[in-house]
């Protein structure tokens, strides 16, 4: 009988899916590019292509950037942007929460190429945006289309990346609330791999490692009745234990996000269920009971989260976008015009 149910609810959740058609064609839309600069898609795409050939680890950096790009501001590429003297308090990258970053590099390679071939025509955002996808595509991630037609924004604030991104302690109904404020519903914010409110690790946790800093509050003196986090599954935390010792950790060591940190897969939702959830915001998403349905979905069907990813990306990468005579088109990703 489980079989049977389980199938049925993979069928429900496939016919609720938002559809990419129902993009607004008048202000951002798939191939907005197509006669201003044919060539753009492609140059990113080989871009992105050697860079993670040669870097597999930039797929989840590329990823996380974009993440934290949307999450401030909309999705306008202020997190790209350089300090400069009178920067107060810093631009978004000089954030905390920002500080790991990576994959500005490419970004600005892509960039580069771009504009040698169509000068002041394709925005940062959305070179990063088919960075993102593209980065996906390398590992082993599905393929979507990219609405584009995004304007650059002009403003870069290390203070409100801080508040912006959600904190550490924030409860599943606070992080909800936080990605149902960006328009992002609970299901989308589980279908985005677990993207959690680990400031240091907000991305999808598919992909991608995090140091033991992280997550060492689980190891030793979690509480006054447990040293370890006791849904921890034993032989996990055994092997985290030697990776990250009590005495003196070494903070340059990172620890895989799932086994398979460099392969776009589902198994980050199988291992929340076995107790092998890396970070304690990712085994909340299996114990709340607002989630675990979704969690076990995703972990039982893996075409059906990948079914969804794609939907909840396009989703992510529309929020508050700049379009039209807002905004700008950069020179250079890292600094305004």
């Not at 060539?39 to 680890?57: P, T």
Request: glycine letters at 6%; charged letters at 20%.
């Amino acid at each position: 009988m489980l079989l049977p149910l389980l199938l049925l609810l993979e069928c429900i959740v496939l016919i609720s899916l938002p559809r990419l058609g129902s993009i607004d064609a008048q202000k951002i839309q798939v191939g907005f590019y197509s006669t201003t600069c044919p060539q753009a898609e492609s140059i990113v795409k080989n871009v992105v292509s050697s860079a993670v050939s040669a870097n597999r680890g930039l797929a989840a950096g590329l990823l996380r950037l974009q993440f934290h790009d949307c999450f401030v501001q909309g999705c306008d590429a202020s997190v790209l942007i350089d300090s400069t003297p009178s920067t107060k308090g810093g631009a978004e990258k000089d954030a905390p929460p920002n500080k790991t970053l990576r994959g500005f590099e490419v970004i600005d390679a892509a960039k580069a190429q771009v504009e040698a071939k169509c000068p002041g025509t394709v925005s940062c955002a959305d070179i990063l945006a088919f960075a993102t996808r593209d980065a996906v595509v390398q590992v082993g991630g599905p393929r979507w289309d990219v609405p584009a037609g995004r304007r650059d924004g002009r403003i870069s604030s290390a203070a409100e990346a801080t508040s912006s991104l959600p904190d550490p302690s924030f409860s599943i109904n606070q992080l909800t609330q936080r990605f149902a404020a960006k328009g992002l519903s609970q299901d989308n914010m589980i279908t985005l791999s677990g993207k959690t409110h680990h400031l240091s690790s907000f991305q999808s946790h598919t992909i991608g490692v995090a140091h033991c800093k992280t997550f060492i509050n689980r190891l030793y003196g979690f509480s006054s009745s447990a040293d370890t986090d006791p849904s921890l599954d034993p032989t996990f935390a055994q092997s985290l234990k030697a990776q990250c010792p009590r005495e003196n950790p070494n903070p340059n060591t990172v620890v895989s996000l799932d086994p398979t940190p460099n392969t776009f897969d589902n198994s980050y939702y199988s291992n929340l269920a076995l107790g092998r959830g890396l970070l304690a915001s990712d085994e909340l998403l299996f114990t709340d009971g607002s989630t675990t349905l979704n969690v076990a979905l995703n972990s039982f069907f893996g075409s059906t989260w990948l079914q969804k990813f794609p939907d909840a990306m396009v989703k992510m990468s529309l929020i508050e976008v700049k379009t039209g005579s807002q905004g700008e088109i950069r020179k250079n990703c890292r600094r305004i015009n």
